[in-house]
């Protein structure tokens, strides 16, 4: 970075600091303060299954993830499919996306209370993806209390979730915003509107005079041309190789040319803490975004929490932390797994499609099935993880039918085994078994390759329970169970069944189970006697 540029970036980050600075008594806005304040909370700790409803403007078109940026790349899917739906993005942008999505069947009760009976302890929803559209009644101009649904998505979320119960979350992807919607400055390189700018590049708050977002500036929304692509590509490849070198890397610094940006970023964070008193947030970021700024935004975090409940009873979940890092906060590893027993706890974050609804997921019923998640959710609890799903909301505001059936079928297995997940705390190791997850961090096709000879071991209340990642055919032994081991064990019992035959010797532990019933998929036993856990 150029000397003029670093110093603009620093005064963008002193700046929004300053501004924020005097709301901070108590915990301090550093990393050695934050982590000596803080503890994760039992309640995080005990929930191990939560649901996200990852729902914004993006999922109107039913066309998968990142939307917004990609319908302004030529050569791209989501460019060719929003021309043939919508029209050439330098006429329908975004912008109008937004216009056309009302969520007019959105009904967060009835969802919460389907996801509850899911088994979900906490419930996540988006406050702002990188579309920059505020989800909630925030200081930001662009919000769907003005725009879209004209609701308070947040709040309605947060009642919902409250009524049943259950913890709330939101989650924040706003920091990448200002370099994720610089696409939408571009321009075809090719074909016959060649250079000719998009929307994002020639609307102004004065064009929207007499619409349906009169009064509010598109370029507070798509924040302003930083990056924008220069004149004179003549090829797809040049617009790619540029904007991959730019705008496409994922960067949690402040943005020189748009120091409003991280002050307004601030506001918002602090907005969204203080009105809806959220008991988890969700970070889409490495570490923290904007340098202090971000630490500000934590520490402000937590000093609400002391202010509200006497204690820092809250989470807040960022990816890639360091050691130290993960003293102050809680480590979220997005659509991964952990190939080790950590020792903080941690979060996975992963989805049953794509992030934003892909109604070719429907059509084409390649949802991940509950078999996968609930092998993935029993990996993550015995290694002292909680799974974070998301369950991806059609643009109308409901879930489609194969949604439901698979969040069902995750409800009729935690109704019998979840003892085996809730309350609990991992064993001495996580598991054992013949599938290899060691560099599997972030690898989908992990579980489909994991069956009954994988096993995964939780403790609650003296017991140890064995989940087993398929039904065996035939007797399984369990090689970390045998009489090498401490430990006496006395019964074992087949959760939702009977007592499972079994005969312990050195090389370890045999467990004969009944054949498989209709339905079944991960059998769980428990093994009771003193010792074990």
């Known amino acids: 970075m150029k000397r003029r540029a670093f110093l603009a970036g620093s005064a963008a980050l002193s700046a929004a600091t300053a501004a924020g600075a005097q709301t901070a008594p108590g915990i301090q806005a550093n990393w050695s303060s934050l982590a000596e304040a803080y503890s994760v909370p039992e309640w995080f700790r005990d929930a191990k299954f939560g649901i996200w409803g990852h729902w914004g403007p993006q999922c109107q078109p039913e066309a998968g993830d990142?939307?917004?940026?990609?319908?302004?790349?030529?050569?791209?899917?989501?460019?060719?499919?929003?021309r043939s739906t919508y029209g050439h993005p330098a006429d329908t942008g975004f912008l109008d996306i937004i216009g056309a999505w009302t969520g007019e069947a959105w009904d967060p009760g009835a969802l919460v209370r389907r996801y509850k009976a899911a088994g979900a302890r906490y419930i996540v929803g988006m406050a702002c993806h990188h579309d920059n559209l505020d989800l909630f009644d925030s200081p930001h101009p662009w919000n769907s209390t003005r725009v879209g649904p004209r609701r308070d998505?947040?709040?309605g979320w947060e009642k919902a979730i409250r009524g049943e119960g259950l913890r709330f979350g939101v989650s924040n992807h706003a920091s990448h915003a200002w370099h994720w919607w610089q696409t939408a400055y571009g321009y075809d390189p090719e074909g016959p509107r060649a250079g000719q700018r998009y929307d994002a590049a020639r609307l102004t708050k004065a064009g929207g005079r007499g619409t349906w977002w009169d009064?509010?500036?598109?370029q507070a929304l798509y924040t302003g041309a930083v990056m924008a692509p220069p004149d004179g590509f003549s090829s797809i490849a040049q617009m790619e190789a540029w904007t991959a070198a730019t705008s496409g890397r994922w960067m949690e610094f402040a943005p020189a040319a748009n120091p409003g940006f991280v002050t307004s970023w601030l506001a918002r964070q602090k907005t969204l803490i203080e009105r809806y008193n959220p008991d988890l947030v969700y970070f889409d970021d490495y570490g923290l975004p904007f340098g202090s700024v971000g630490l500000e935004a934590l520490a402000h975090y937590y000093?609400?929490?002391?202010?509200?409940t006497g204690r820092t009873d809250v989470v807040l979940t960022a990816k890639v932390l360091s050691a130290f890092q993960r003293q102050a906060m809680v480590e979220d590893i997005e659509r991964g797994f952990s190939d080790r027993l950590r020792d903080e706890p941690w979060q996975t974050c992963t989805c049953i499609g794509d992030w934003h609804y892909n109604r070719a997921r429907y059509l084409e019923k390649s949802y991940v099935p509950a078999i996968q998640v609930l092998q993935r959710l029993a990996d993550v609890?015995?290694?002292?993880?909680?799974?974070?799903?998301?369950?991806?909301?059609?643009?109308?505001?409901?879930?489609?039918?194969?949604?439901?059936?698979?969040?069902?079928?995750?409800?009729a297995w935690l109704r019998v085994n979840g003892s085996a997940i809730y309350d609990t705390r991992p064993w001495r190791i996580y598991g054992e078994g013949p599938t290899d997850l060691s560099g599997g961090?972030?690898?989908?096709?992990?579980?489909?390759?994991?069956?009954?000879?994988?096993?995964?071991?939780?403790?609650?209340?003296?017991?140890?329970?064995?989940?087993?990642?398929?039904w065996p055919d035939g007797p399984v032994t369990i090689a970390a169970l045998g009489t090498r081991a401490a430990g006496r064990i006395e019964r074992a019992t087949l959760l939702g069944g009977g007592e499972v035959a079994m005969r312990r010797s050195a090389s370890g532990l045999m467990l004969t189970l009944p054949p498989r019933p209709a339905g079944g998929s991960l059998p769980v036993v428990r093994l009771e006697g003193s010792g074990l856990a």
């Open 153 to 155: 998505i947040v709040g």
């Open 66 to 82: 990142w939307y917004g940026r990609q319908m302004y790349q030529q050569g791209n899917r989501f460019y060719d499919h929003h």
């Open 381 to 411: 609890v015995s290694k002292n993880g909680n799974l974070l799903l998301s369950i991806p909301l059609r643009g109308d505001g409901t879930i489609d039918s194969e949604e439901e059936r698979i969040v069902d079928q995750i409800g």
């Open 303 to 308: 000093n609400h929490s002391v202010r509200r």
């Open 441 to 470: 961090m972030h690898n989908e096709d992990q579980a489909a390759k994991l069956g009954a000879h994988d096993v995964r071991f939780t403790t609650a209340g003296g017991a140890l329970n064995v989940i087993l990642l398929g």
């Open 215 to 218: 009064g509010l500036d598109p």
